[in-house]
């Protein structure tokens, strides 16, 4: 009985593993899908990467909607010319969300001129309807050296 009680947990710890590890290469994909979309705005991807209920705050205190986003890209508003990440971790903290945070150096071109920024970050991925759809980011500003 022992043994097979061991052998059950085992078997629900490898699931609920192997579960993790595709949610987590879905995630990922959908994350390298969004940064793809934002360098190249295509409106068509933006909005399919985006939840409708998509709140995005800058560092510079701005927040952006799913529509207002999707319009600053598209109309060239903000054009993000180099997006990275120095580290990037991520957490499943309840069934269908994603959260994901860590360091990332980008380049950002605006109206009031080029930016080069190290940003703190969370982010937020929600899966809705079978698809990892970006639902929320809230980033600071870092110094260029600093460590997380």
Not at 30 to 36: F, G, L, T
Not at 74 to 85: A, D, H, P
Not at 120 to 131: K, S, T
Request: proline share 4%.
């Amino acid at each position: 009985m022992k043994t097979q009680l061991v052998l059950i947990l085992s078997l629900f710890s490898f699931l609920l593993h192997a579960e993790e590890n595709a949610a987590l290469s879905a995630v990922k994909a959908a994350d390298a899908a969004r940064i793809a979309a934002m360098t190249s705005p295509d409106a068509a991807k933006l909005d399919a990467i985006f939840s409708d209920e998509l709140r995005y705050a800058h560092s510079s205190g701005v927040v952006d909607s799913k529509a207002s986003m999707i319009e600053s890209l598209v109309q060239g508003k903000t054009k993000y010319l180099s997006y990275r990440y120095d580290e990037q971790n991520f957490t499943f903290p309840a069934p269908g969300i994603a959260l994901m945070t860590g360091r990332a150096p980008l380049k950002v071109s605006t109206p009031d001129g080029e930016l080069d920024l190290t940003l703190g970050f969370l982010a937020v991925w929600r899966l809705e309807n079978g698809q990892w759809r970006f639902l929320a980011w809230q980033s600071c500003k870092l110094p260029a050296n600093a460590k997380q």
